[in-house]
C-alpha cells in the first residue's frame, strides 16, 4: 500500500510536470520569442513552489520517525539549497 506522504509528494510531482508540458505546447502554440519568455517566467515562479511543498510534506511525513537533531539536519541541507540557487 502506498504511504499517503508519498502519494501526496507524488501527485504535487504530476501536476508539476503537466503544468511544464502545458507550458511547452503553449510556447509552440504562440511560437513567439516574447510570449515563450512570459509563459517562462511564470514557470519559474512555480517550480519553488513545488520543491517547497514536497519538502514540507516529507519532512512532516519522517518527523514521527527521525530526531529532532536529524530533522535539522535535513532543514539545513534545504537552507543549503536554497542559498545556492539564489546566488
Known amino acids: 500500500m502506498i ?3 508519498v502519494l ?6 504530476i501536476l508539476s510536470g503537466t503544468l511544464e508540458i502545458t507550458a511547452a505546447l503553449f510556447m ?3 511560437n513567439t ?5 512570459v509563459i517562462n517566467s511564470l514557470l519559474s515562479m512555480v517550480g519553488p513552489v513545488i520543491f517547497f511543498s514536497t519538502m514540507t510534506i516529507g519532512i512532516y511525513g519522517l518527523s514521527a520517525k527521525l530526531s529532532f537533531t536529524s530533522l535539522l539536519w535535513i532543514m539545513l541541507g534545504v537552507i ?6 539564489k546566488r
Open 33 to 37: 520569442v516574447e510570449r515563450a519568455l
Open 3 to 5: 504511504e499517503k506522504v
Open 28 to 30: 509552440l502554440h504562440y
Open 80 to 85: 543549503c539549497i536554497v542559498y545556492g540557487i
Open 8 to 13: 501526496s509528494m507524488a501527485a504535487i510531482r
